[in-house]
């Protein structure tokens, strides 16, 4: 496999902006598929769940590889609703470079925002693709001006519409100073292209000036020929786009109407043009354990053998497939890895190119490339596979905490352990949901991002793998903190099978920023003490991260320290030590002023102009806070700030009073002291 020739993007965009549309419309005019499937219908190649189809969106993220000018594309299609950001989190970091398409008529929308923001913290080059020319209130213009004041962006347009709404018939080439239009009768096949007409040259020409004049802020040869007034070739042009692109300076920006055939096979060429190679983006970061310090993975195939896991579907046949992204060196078909975190080795049975849910077998994946893993085991996402003599981690992928839960049970005894297996299964698939069994009720208790996510969830626990379950009211999963800094000293002591085991440690804990996590760490060096001890303090005291404090709810944001550690080889044990870590942590975090953290929502409600009133005042009859709102021709949107605990039927009474006019749009934000402590 070529390097130079291959283009790892995502698809990534609000809510209906046209992802999958856009997505189906690649696949077939690169020949992949050989019918338009619509999202509308339920006939999406990559919508393949059945919940998908059934609901018109995009829950997982689905992989596929098709030929465009001889370039191999590997595609991930994203899901756009919030509660499924994890996918794309996992997309992201495994990715090249990302089309983000946005609709003519909403622009930046809240998931627009999420979605950059994590495109921006992966360094992700970028181009833009502003679908939905043709609906009514389209402004392609309004868009960029979006993406400059929302996005903080520098959208450079390559192309610009010819018409709009109605009229929209197709774009000018910026670069050529060409019109392309696309022959509806033949789906989109055929493209016409025709010198620029002169009722459209004044504005095509002032936008190449603006074109221009962005290249030439980079390009000391483009500002020389412009400023002499001489032509600058396109492919000179292309070559500097494609620079200040993979340098995120700009953000191309193309159009189109995906569901009408128009414009697609130009976002082709532009991802071909001017998205990176594996060999353009910057090594990848990665920790070596024995070094003990950060390196570089430069992507090469003749590199010892290193990939991440980003996902983990489960097949009933298969068993896991583990989605892997090759950063260097190769794998090849029916031969052993060593997964380096959990430290055990996998067969590699079976490796497949992935098409939605179709596959071909492959011999080998090499550096850079993309391809699913069958038979692996133990695997998990964020895991690093290689050899065991590089004993290197990739950087861990961050996701987003669960902030809702709901009771699940078996209607039947016998149906306990089917569930509980089911349940572990899922969340091997998906790191932001979670199970636990409460100590308390012996109920089981899933947790995800949101109603949404949890109804797509229990729906599969109940159709496809036939669990008959019922299912309680979402609750709010609320966490624990603390709010002073304190030391503490633990001894432990206990008699077993006639050998005495003990251990006395000191633990500092204190409290972190919001937002930053919990952490570990030890300031005391001891060549003498077995890695199994310091291994057992760690464990302990990431274990009660999860238990919590007072309430059983999981700790965020606490930083605990060891301080000491005394140490005798007579009676020292690992059980020991975890007992004294435990017992240490728990006392601590006593003693530092323990706090109830809620998770507050970030709420954008997107409503009819008339009904601006009635939406704000629903928000602060809730407890609410309305941070500003954004006026546009038809709508207006409220951003707003809410606890999750006041936001469950929301949907039922902003319905009410805009006479069903309204819609909303959620998704987690922080964590703050619950107003009135006690769970």
């Not at 310091?534 to 007072?550: H, K, L, Y």
Request: glycine share 8%; net charge negative; proline share 5%.
């Amino acid at each position: 496999m070529d390097l130079d020739t291959t283009r790892n993007i995502g698809i990534m965009a609000h809510i209906d902006a046209g992802k999958t549309t856009t997505t189906e419309r690649i696949l077939y005019y690169s020949g992949k598929t050989y019918r338009l499937g619509e999202v509308d219908d339920g006939e999406a190649t990559m919508d393949w769940m059945e919940q998908e189809q059934e609901r018109g969106i995009t829950i997982t993220s689905a992989a596929t590889t098709t030929f465009w000018r001889n370039h191999q594309i590997n595609i991930i299609d994203t899901p756009g609703h919030v509660d499924f950001t994890a996918e794309v989190e996992r997309s992201l970091r495994v990715l090249d470079g990302a089309v983000a398409v946005f609709c003519a008529v909403g622009g930046v929308e809240p998931q627009s925002e999420t979605v950059w923001h994590q495109a921006d913290r992966y360094h992700v080059p970028r181009i833009a693709y502003v679908n939905k020319m043709d609906r009514l209130g389209a402004d392609f213009f309004a868009v960029l001006e979006d993406m400059r004041t929302k996005l903080g962006a520098n959208p450079v347009p390559v192309a610009i519409p010819i018409g709009r709404e109605g009229a929209f018939e197709g774009m000018v080439d910026l670069l050529a100073r060409e019109e392309l239009r696309w022959d509806a009768a033949e789906g989109g096949q055929h493209i016409t292209r025709t010198p620029l007409s002169p009722e459209r040259a004044t504005e095509a020409d002032a936008w190449r000036e603006k074109l221009m004049d962005s290249l030439g802020t980079w390009s000391d040869e483009i500002a020389e020929l412009f400023l002499a007034g001489g032509e600058v070739p396109p492919e000179l042009l292309r070559r500097e786009i494609r620079k200040q692109t993979l340098a995120r300076n700009i953000v191309p920006v193309l159009c189109g109407a995906s569901r009408r055939n128009i414009g697609v096979q130009a976002l082709l060429d532009a991802v071909v043009d001017y998205l990176p190679s594996p060999h353009e983006v910057p090594a990848a970061r990665a920790f070596h354990l024995k070094k003990e310090e950060d390196i570089e993975v430069p992507c090469e195939s003749a590199g010892n053998p290193l990939g991440l896991v980003f996902k983990v579907q489960y097949d009933r046949e298969a068993g896991p497939l583990c989605f892997v992204r090759m950063y260097s060196g190769s794998v090849k078909n029916a031969s052993t890895v060593y997964n380096i975190g959990k430290k055990k080795r996998e067969r590699v049975t079976r490796l497949l190119r992935m098409h939605a849910n179709k596959s071909e077998p492959l011999d080998e994946v090499g550096a850079g490339d993309i391809a699913v893993i069958v038979g692996m085991k133990a695997a998990q996402t964020g895991d690093t596979i290689g050899s065991e003599g590089w004993p290197v981690v990739l950087e861990r992928m961050h996701f987003p905490e669960p902030v809702i839960s709901v009771a699940i049970e078996p209607k039947t005894l016998s149906d306990r352990d089917k569930l509980k297996s089911t349940l572990d299964l899922l969340s091997l698939e998906d790191p932001t949901f979670t199970s636990k069994e409460n100590d308390e009720t012996g109920q089981l208790i899933i947790q995800g991002m949101g109603e949404l996510h949890l109804d797509v969830l229990v729906t599969r626990i109940i159709r496809d793998y036939k669990v008959d379950a019922r299912v309680g009211n979402p609750q709010v999963t609320y966490r624990e903190s603390v709010t002073k800094a304190v030391e503490h000293t633990e001894a432990f002591r206990k008699v077993l099978a006639g050998k005495e085991n003990a251990a006395r440690l000191t633990l500092r804990v204190e409290p972190r920023a919001r937002g930053e996590g919990n952490l570990y760490r030890k300031d005391i060096r001891n060549p003498k003490v077995p890695d199994e001890i310091w291994e057992a303090v760690e464990t302990a005291v990431t274990n009660a991260f999860a238990g919590g404090i007072q309430f059983g709810y999981p700790c965020v944001d606490v930083g605990v320290t060891l301080t000491d550690l005394e140490w005798d080889e007579l009676t020292a044990s690992p059980y020991a030590f975890q007992a004294a870590a435990a017992l240490g942590f728990d006392e601590a975090c006593r003693k530092a002023a323990p706090v109830l953290l809620e998770p507050i929502m970030k709420v954008d409600i997107v409503t009819p102009s008339d009904f601006l009133g009635e939406a704000m005042s629903l928000v602060s009859q809730r407890g609410g806070m309305i941070h500003g709102t954004d006026s546009k021709a038809a709508s207006d949107t409220i951003h707003a700030e809410a606890p999750l605990s006041v936001m469950f039927g929301f949907t039922t009474a902003l319905r009410s009073v805009t006479q069903g006019r309204a819609g909303f749009s959620m998704e987690f934000s922080h964590f703050q002291p619950k107003r009135n402590q006690g769970a």
